[in-house]
């Protein structure tokens, strides 16, 4: 029934509010059947773009993966890979008895060089990507300030970056040289030191050069990558602050910071993902030394020195184990950061 009064004209409501009799009534308005159809165009021409990438993906890095894992399981050697047989687990962990309670682990995870190799590696990414995020944050933070030159000065800071890694670990290897390394003779002249040191030969020094060579290298790196979040941050939200006479230091840690987190968040995961699967730098600047081996030295040195495939393919394929559960982590961990989460 109606709401009108009795004896009113009908209004337009009125005839809305009660459909005519033997009349369906009115249903809401469905999506436009185009959209659907759109959206699965779209959805077409996104794979179709992403094809040759992940073409090319499939054949430099998913196949030689493949063969890794595969060469990992079998007694492979680097001189006859085709009559490379099926043995288990035994490249990995393999326990031999000798009988009489007596017996001896052979394998990857029985190898205590590996395990050290394990543990330069993952102390060097967690050294050299923090102290590189630091300095990044501060060359960052100079960098977005406005003062004459500043165009020069963010060129010259990315200088290092540009470098080829093998010619900055051949520059600094003739730098730290203990005989005529430009490093040595300014310390002992400053007093700093009252002999020359082997930067890259001593076992105490040898980590501690590696990661100054990184550091200088890689720090404009996350500088350029920081940058690229301050420079999104909004003006206003400074200009507000300034106004109402926020100290600056408190604007960095609740203004600047929380807004430039998900760009320190990239900079830090796309570090650490090189600096856990380092190779270059090691090798060159401080070669056959146990204080730096790293897991890609130490599967280097069994795929194609040792002549020992299988063991160097178990190393590869741990690496890319322990490269892939510390993203997935840290992915994760990120994202709770992010929500709000504990």
Same mark, same amino acid.
């Given at each position: ?121 993952? &102390?060097? @990414? +967690?050294?050299?990507?923090? #102290?590189?995020?630091? !300095? ?6 100079? =960098? ?116 430039? &987190?998900? @760009? +320190?968040?990239?900079?830090? #995961?796309?570090?650490? !993902? ?6 270059? =730098? ?61």
């Amino acid at each position: 029934m109606s709401n009108a009064t009795p004896g009113a004209p009908p209004t337009r409501k009125s005839f809305e509010a009660e459909p005519k009799a033997g009349l369906p009534a009115p249903s809401a308005p469905s999506a436009p059947a185009g959209r659907s159809a759109l959206t699965r165009q779209r959805r077409r021409a996104a794979w179709l773009f992403l094809l040759p990438m992940l073409l090319v993906l499939a054949l430099v890095a998913a196949w030689p993966l493949f063969q890794s894992i595969q060469f990992s399981f079998t007694n492979a050697r680097l001189s006859d890979l085709e009559g490379a047989q099926f043995v288990g687990f035994a490249n990995y962990y393999e326990w031999v008895d000798y009988g009489g309670g007596e017996g001896e682990a052979f394998g990857l995870l029985a190898d205590p060089i590996w395990w050290q190799a394990v543990w330069n590696t993952v &102390r060097y @990414a +967690i050294i050299s990507v923090s #102290i590189e995020t630091v !300095l990044g944050l501060i060359f960052a933070l100079v =960098l977005n300030a406005e003062f004459k030159g500043r165009a020069l000065v963010r060129a010259a800071v990315l200088i290092p970056w540009a470098i080829p890694t093998i010619v900055s670990a051949k520059m600094w290897a003739w730098m730290m040289n203990d005989q005529f390394g430009i490093l040595n003779d300014m310390l002992v002249k400053l007093g700093l030191i009252s002999a020359p040191i082997a930067w890259t030969a001593s076992p105490d020094t040898a980590m501690i050069a590696v990661i100054i060579v990184d550091v200088w290298k890689t720090a404009p790196f996350m500088a350029l990558l920081i940058l690229a979040g301050l420079q999104m941050v909004p003006g206003d939200v400074y200009e507000a602050a300034k106004i109402d006479g926020v100290n600056p230091v408190k604007v960095f840690f609740k203004v600047t910071l929380p807004l430039i &987190r998900p @760009a +320190i968040l990239v900079a830090v #995961i796309f570090r650490a !993902l090189d600096a856990l699967r380092v190779f270059d =730098l090691i090798y060159v600047l401080t070669p056959n030394n146990p204080q730096t081996k790293t897991m890609s030295v130490y599967a280097q040195e069994n795929l194609f020195q040792f002549d020992n495939f299988a063991q160097g393919s178990a190393a590869s394929t741990m690496l890319f184990l322990v490269i892939a559960m510390i993203t997935l982590l840290y992915i994760k961990t990120a994202r709770l950061n992010l929500a709000g989460g504990q």
